[in-house]
């Protein structure tokens, strides 16, 4: 059995709340400094030493920075950034300063981790993307690049690609293109890593029917059968959804986020406990063909 640290250390922290109101489920809005430090403290102590933070979330960067540098950790925390999507990434001047004003907002000498924010950015990735950002590794600024998708195609297209080493992409109880596309198997195959983010669909997997906004009305009837799903199994929706990630994708990377400490403790406790492997089967079961427009938060305006 391992222990619970070496099992958090699949874990990453994503920051994209301590830079903006973030999620449909979100009633506290945006942290303040202090309840970051917290946050961010809880989960180190856990054993997670990862973080996911964005050019596009905000003021997230700048905040992450401060508090690795007021906890002490700066220096050993590892960090995956996302390159601005409005950026011309077929400018080198414009992604070298980019990536200054990334590590300068992180207080950091040296990123783990850069990605391209848009799957469609795979399409000039021959005509110097690839060259501006492998000098950014040769130049010891980034330790690893990779891409943000969200379709299968994309991320088998970005598997296959030379030069890239992580995919970020989401997964979750109700989306499992993925999964059933094979694309972890073939990251596998190719030694490339899959960071899973989304595991809480932006907050609706955590929501009752009565809870969603008028403008979500089109997932009033896939809440209801989460709902009583979760009624049936006597789990709570949070242990359904942290649970079948944690067991259904036991070699990949996921991307979890808190608005409060409250959460934050909350979320590593009911990680640190196993779901019986027939509730992910019932769940592959009694959730297919979600309609897409409920898979993909960009459709729900």
């Not at 303040?32 to 809880?42: G, H, N, P, R």
């Not at 856990?46 to 960067?61: I, L, N, P």
């Not at 994309?154 to 995919?167: D, F």
């Not at 990377?253 to 808190?258: A, N, S, W």
């Amino acid at each position: 059995m391992e222990s619970q640290i070496s099992h958090n250390s699949r874990l990453v922290l994503g920051t994209a709340q301590f830079g903006m109101p973030y999620g449909i489920a979100n009633k506290v809005g945006q942290p303040d400094f202090l309840t970051v430090q917290s946050i961010v403290a809880e989960f180190w102590e856990s054993g997670v030493r990862e973080f996911d933070t964005a050019q596009a979330y905000g003021e997230s960067e700048r905040i992450l920075g401060e508090v690795l540098r007021s906890l002490g950790i700066a220096r050993v925390a590892k960090v995956i950034s996302k390159l601005h999507p409005s950026i011309d990434h077929q400018d080198s001047t414009a992604l070298n300063l980019a990536l200054e004003q990334t590590l300068a907002h992180l207080g950091l000498a040296k990123l783990d981790g850069l990605m391209l924010h848009s799957e469609d950015l795979l399409d000039i990735w021959e005509t110097g993307l690839m060259d501006t950002l492998h000098k950014f590794i040769e130049e010891g600024l980034v330790e690893r690049i990779g891409v943000s998708v969200y379709s299968p195609q994309k991320a088998s297209r970005a598997l296959r690609t030379n030069g890239i080493s992580l995919v970020q992409l989401p997964s979750n109880l109700l989306d499992r293109r993925f999964e059933n596309a094979g694309v972890f198997h073939e990251a596998k195959s190719f030694g490339k890593e899959i960071y899973v983010r989304s595991i809480f669909l932006q907050g609706l997997l955590l929501m009752n029917a009565s809870e969603l906004p008028v403008s979500m009305g089109f997932a009033t009837t896939v809440a209801k059968r989460l709902t009583n799903f979760a009624n049936e199994t006597g789990f709570s929706l949070k242990q359904l959804a942290l649970g079948y990630v944690r067991s259904a994708y036991p070699e990949q990377k996921v991307l979890l986020g808190c608005e409060t400490l409250e959460q934050a403790r909350e979320n590593l406790e009911i990680w640190s406990k196993e779901t019986p492997r027939d509730i992910v089967e019932r769940v592959r079961r009694e959730f297919q063909d979600i309609p897409e427009k409920i898979l993909n938060p960009s459709l729900w305006v």
